[in-house]
Structures are given as structure tokens and as C-alpha cells.
């Protein structure tokens, strides 16, 4: 079965920094693209990042160009969101997905990772 | 960037009704790339459709997709208790992939 379990969410203050990671398993990481995907509370789904398998594709959203990195490790089948300048609208459950081998359809979702940016 | 519509907001139907959700792209979606995710409270989304009118694997038949261009609609054909959720369409179609607002079906 394919499993996502994401980490390091957590509590950070404005300008803040923070990195989520997502183990990937049961299923061949390096042959599908990924992204993340974050909803405020109450809120609906937002796009964040996407990677391709390879890692050598990447798209942002505007809303994180220039301070959000995503990357991955296909040795260890890790994703990875690395979060600089952090602001308020950035406090959000950010859910790790898996799309398929070229397209990014989200066919698997891990359960979230909270990230709350407050004073 | 492709913005998607989704109508109505909030549909309030009874369990065995018909349920017809609409999903509107700012600009055609080539070769179909949408998808439709069924989100309930405190749980993570599940993909429902993708390409348009693919259903994913495990998904039971009475959902379905259809649509082109710039108008899609995910229906259901009668209500199980289970489907009272949010559910999102996704454009895949360009490199800013996007969501819309969501559709609540909740009970009448």
C-alpha cells in the first residue's frame, strides 16, 4: 500500500523558517511526480510546490515563489518543503500527494502536517 | 494561471437524490486535465476522477465525470450517506496547477 507520512510541522513566528518532509513508501518514489498541498483551517485545498520524479522539474505557486524550496531524495524516498520568510497566510495543514508518473493528479495524500506562523 | 469555478456552493439534497456539481476553467483544459476530490471533515482529499471522466481505482460507479474545454461536472448518480462531503475539481492542464473553491453536499 502507498504511504505518505509527513513531518515538521509545527509552531513558528513571522519571517520564520521551517522544513516538512514526507516518507514516501509502497511504491517506486523516483517514477512519480510529486507535490504539496496545504489548506488553511476552514479553508480549501491550495497547490503549493511539484517536483518530477527525477527532481529536475519543479513549479511554485506564486503565493510561495522565492520562499518556499521543494526537493526530494529518491535514495531515501523523501520529499521535502523547505519554508523561508514564513507569514501568517502560510499557517495551514500541508499535505504531501502523490501524482502519476508525469501528470499531477493526486492519487494518494498523506494525513498533514500543521504549520501555524503566529506571534 | 487558470482559475476554476465551482457551483453551486453549498448543495443540500437527501440520500438517494441525484447530485450534479459544475466545475468552469478561465481557459480550455487540453486533453481533459481535470481531476475531482472528495474531502470529509478531518480527513485527508481522495481522488475521485481524473482525465475528465476516469474513475480512480476503488472508486464505486455511481460518480462520474464529464466534460471539455471549459465545463466539467462530477455526478452522483443517488446519494449514500457516505458522500455528504466537500468535493474539488483540479486543473492539471497547466504548470500552476489549481483548485476551485470546493462544492459542500450536505443533507437536506
Redesign the interface.
Known amino acids: 500500500d502507498v504511504q505518505l507520512l509527513e513531518s515538521g510541522g509545527g509552531l513558528v513566528q513571522p519571517g520564520g523558517s521551517l522544513r516538512l518532509s514526507c516518507a514516501a513508501s509502497g511504491f517506486t518514489f523516483s517514477s512519480f511526480v510529486m ?1 504539496w ?1 496545504r489548506q488553511s483551517p476552514g479553508k ?4 503549493v510546490a ?1 517536483v518530477s520524479g527525477s527532481g529536475g522539474t519543479i ?1 511554485y ?2 503565493s510561495v515563489r522565492g520562499r518556499f524550496t521543494i526537493s526530494r531524495d529518491n535514495s531515501k524516498n523523501i520529499l521535502f518543503l523547505e519554508m523561508n520568510s514564513l507569514r501568517l497566510e502560510d499557517t495551514a495543514v500541508y ?1 504531501c500527494a502523490k501524482g ?1 508518473s508525469v ?10 502536517t500543521l504549520v501555524t506562523v503566529s506571534t | 494561471e487558470i482559475v476554476l469555478t465551482q457551483s453551486p456552493g453549498t448543495l443540500s439534497l437527501s440520500p438517494g437524490e441525484r447530485a450534479t456539481l459544475s466545475c468552469r476553467a478561465s481557459q480550455s483544459l487540453r486533453s481533459g486535465y481535470l481531476a475531482w476530490y472528495q474531502q470529509k471533515t478531518g480527513q485527508s482529499p481522495r481522488l475521485l476522477i481524473y482525465g475528465a471522466s476516469i474513475r480512480a481505482t476503488g472508486i464505486p460507479d455511481r460518480f462520474s465525470g464529464s466534460g471539455s474545454g471549459t465545463d466539467f461536472t462530477l455526478t452522483i448518480s443517488s446519494l449514500e450517506p457516505e458522500d455528504f462531503a466537500v468535493y474539488y475539481c483540479q486543473q492539471y492542464a497547466s504548470s500552476r496547477f489549481s483548485f476551485g473553491p470546493g462544492t459542500k453536499v450536505d443533507v437536506k
Do not use: P, T
Not at chain 1, 44 to 47: K, R, V
Not at chain 1, 103 to 112: K, P, Y
Open positions: 507535490s498541498v480549501g485545498l491550495e497547490w511539484g513549479y505557486a506564486d499535505y502519476s501528470l499531477h493528479w493526486f492519487g494518494a495524500w498523506g494525513q498533514g
